[in-house]
């Protein structure tokens, strides 16, 4: 088998790393013997107003969950991630931008970063943005978008980035949800040498019942494109921005104060807004960034998430600018102009350090080694995943054709909601096994349970659980503690439930089996089925709708779609058409269902709840091994199903 291939070390790795075996083990013990004393010490690498002396006041119980990190310190994401770097790196690079057009690129030094985000700042400031506020953010991958973060946070402004990709609808559903006031967003962007109309779906989200609390859009020019102008409510980025002072003084913001929202999927209900807060944020997604990635003084450091992900915001924006990184920001897609983009954006930019998900190295796998002939990818010395499992077939590919057989990967396994990495192998330190996230960060003590809420131990399958706090932990849902609480602190008393399933083998090392709730990861895209379901019995002839995933090749899971259609509607291909547009019109693009089967009936229980069990069986064509149906209401639908099931 594949998982006993273990590759050790590299010595040479080991010799330089922040952290070797004896090192990682030392304060990994340290960071769970004494969970205050180790980030009292950590804390150190921000620059506080006040430092904190209060480090830990933590509690999941699910009738008191309250988290709070360096309670009484006061800092500014924004002076950590600029201000700081100006005496001894002011003119070192800070963002390498990377356009859709290979011809387009540009360099931003920390001092140029540093007076445009101040400039911003003044202008929201000017624009009516205060302390508290919320500002969304729906821009494509252009510096700015890195900018109106840190213009926000310099200001005390909450700042939510809704993905470029989704839909009018659910741009709006956000804006109100977080009774946001202003939106930034560009008038087009460009992916893939097409054009999005990022400001057209401004337009119509803002025509949304509710919507109108937003009162500005400020708008970058990106293409220069056609679009309409809202008098009074619509301003141009530059000339908002262009004749500010380069200097804003930073708020003090307490540690505990929000950052940002960031909205993800659940497993039922509409995305619900994480608050992640300020001092805890920031120290740990600084301290992974620097000992996950191994980040040494100068390198680059490339990272392909959108900045709409929570990829995007750790591991783009505040993870490698508090540590005075070279962050590379790619506005287009792997596969555009040709296949190998990716190796030739290393090569053109000497990339040191690439962090990518699964979906994409599997997307590059398909079309066969030679799809990297056009690089060479000599600066690479460390890879990384995320997003959703990665397979051992795809972890070795990465490694011996992206990585030249050199580099070692580390499989970061996170979420939204625990804000940076928290399993994860560190270069230096950590044996790798192709396929396993291995072991836990600083701080972060993984526990396995079985259905009764039983702590597991040794090698063995479980739900991946966490058994006390860290300080990037999310610490609400926006508007709705409550949900907070029985979406992750219900299930099993005392811990953080996660949703994962994973095993842990006899090393000791970590193994995602993938989201044991209804949660599916589309190409690392995290969905909702409840949402996708909800899209669907809007539309008129749509009676009933049950939404799993199923095994796919390049996306790691795809969306398959059971539709029972109202009385008297016909079943046509047209139809079926029909339906995966609504869906991609209503959500986006990344809800597009990949195959939809008409089903006259769907298996229920006597109570009326739909066994997605079977489902999901049927959808990944494991027709023999459907387990019991005893329970079912009518069994024979199941036959109904597996007989019509749609052909792939
Ligand atoms: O199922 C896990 C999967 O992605 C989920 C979190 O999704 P999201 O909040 O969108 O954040 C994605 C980027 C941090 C997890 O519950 N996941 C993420 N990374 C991995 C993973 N599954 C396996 N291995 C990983 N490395």
């Known amino acids: 088998m594949t998982e006993q291939h273990v590759y050790p070390v590299r010595e040479d790795i080991a010799a330089n790393a922040w952290a070797d075996k004896e090192k990682y083990l030392a304060m990994y013990q340290q960071s769970v013997d004494d969970p205050e004393g180790f980030w009292a010490e950590q804390a150190k690498r921000i620059d506080w107003f006040k430092s904190p002396t209060r ?76 302390k508290g506020d919320v500002v969304t953010l729906y821009m494509p991958m252009i510096p700015e978008a890195a900018m109106a973060m840190l213009a926000c946070a310099r200001i005390g402004a909450v ?20 009774d946001s006031k202003l939106v930034i967003t560009a008038d087009e962007s460009v992916r893939g040498g097409k054009q999005v109309p990022l400001k057209d779906n401004v337009d119509a989200a803002l025509t949304r019942a509710g919507a109108e609390v937003c009162e500005k859009v400020l708008v970058v020019k ?11 409510r ?9 004749d500010q002072s380069t200097e804003c003084a930073a708020e003090e913001m307490n540690a505990e104060d929000p950052l940002f929202i960031l909205y993800t999927s659940g497993s039922t209900g509409a995305p619900k807004g994480l608050k992640h807060t300020t001092g805890g944020y920031l120290t740990y997604a600084s301290l992974t960034h620097q000992y996950v990635f191994d980040y040494q003084d100068g390198e680059v450091y490339w990272c392909t998430a959108d900045v709409g992900w929570v990829t995007g915001h750790s591991y783009i924006v505040y993870g490698p600018l508090a540590n005075g990184a070279i962050t590379l920001m790619f506005e287009g897609v792997p596969s555009y102009p040709t296949h190998g983009r990716m190796g030739e954006i290393v090569d053109k930019h000497k990339v040191n350090i690439l962090y990518t998900a699964p979906t994409a190295v599997r997307a590059l796998m398909a079309h066969g080694d030679h799809v990297m002939d056009s690089s ?8 990384g995943s ?3 499992p990665i397979n051992p077939e795809a972890w070795e590919w990465f ?10 990967i580390v499989d970061t396994w996170w979420q939204t909601e625990t804000g940076g990495i928290m399993i994860s192998p560190l270069p230096g330190a950590i044996d790798l096994k192709p396929g396993s996230a291995t072991r836990p960060f600083f701080g972060v003590q993984p526990v396995l349970l079985d259905s009764e809420g039983q702590v597991l131990e040794g090698a063995v399958d479980g739900n991946l659980a966490i058994a006390d706090s860290w300080p990037g932990q999310a610490r609400s849902i926006w508007g709705d503690h409550e949900r907070f609480v029985q979406t992750y602190f219900s299930t099993y008393k005392g811990y953080y439930f996660t949703g994962d399933g994973c095993r842990r083998d006899e090393d000791g090392y970590y193994w995602i089996t993938g989201r044991v709730d209804d949660v599916l990861n589309v190409s690392g895209h995290r969905m909702g089925t409840a949402e996708i379901e909800s899209s669907l019995v809007a539309h008129e002839t749509v009676a009933e709708a049950a939404v799993v995933g199923f095994p796919h090749d390049i996306k790691g899971q795809g969306i398959y779609i059971y539709v029972t259609l109202a009385d008297g509607v016909e079943a046509t291909e047209e139809l079926k058409k029909e ?20 089903a006259p009936g769907l298996p229920k229980t006597r109570s009326g709840k739909i066994m997605r069990r079977i489902l999901r069986k049927i959808a990944a064509n494991e027709c023999d091994g459907l387990g019991d149906t005893s329970t079912l209401a009518d069994p024979s639908v199941v036959d109904e199903l597996i007989e019509h099931r749609a052909n792939r």
């Not at 101040?118 to 000017?126: D, E, F, G, R, V």
């Not at 990106?222 to 009074?232: A, N, P």
């Not at 060479?376 to 890879?383: H, M, N, P």
């Not at 490694?399 to 070692?408: D, E, H, K, T």
């Open 159 to 178: 700042h939510s980035v809704v993905f470029g990709g989704f839909s009018p609808d659910a741009l709006a559903q956000r804006v109100i949800g977080a």
């Open 579 to 598: 339906l995966a547009q609504w869906v991609r019109k209503d959500i986006g693009p990344i809800a597009t269902p990949d195959v939809i089967q008409w």
């Open 222 to 232: 990106r293409t220069g494109g056609d679009i309409d102008w809202h008098e009074g």
């Open 386 to 388: 995320v997003g959703e």
């Open 376 to 383: 060479k990818r000599d600066s690479l010395r460390l890879l």
């Open 234 to 242: 619509d301003v141009w980025f530059h000339e908002a921005v262009d």
């Open 55 to 130: 480090i830990k006041h933590t509690s999941f119980d699910p009738h008191d969950v309250d988290i709070r990190w360096f309670e009484d310190g006061t800092l500014n994401a924004s002076v950590n991630c600029l201000d700081r770097h100006l005496a001894t790196r002011g003119d070192q690079t800070a963002i390498i931008w990377e356009g859709d057009d290979p011809n387009d690129a540009k360099h931003l030094t920390y001092r140029e970063v540093y007076e445009r985000t101040n400039q911003l700042a003044n202008a929201l400031k000017a624009l009516g943005v205060r």
């Open 399 to 408: 490694y011996r054709v992206i990585g030249n057989s050199r580099c070692p």
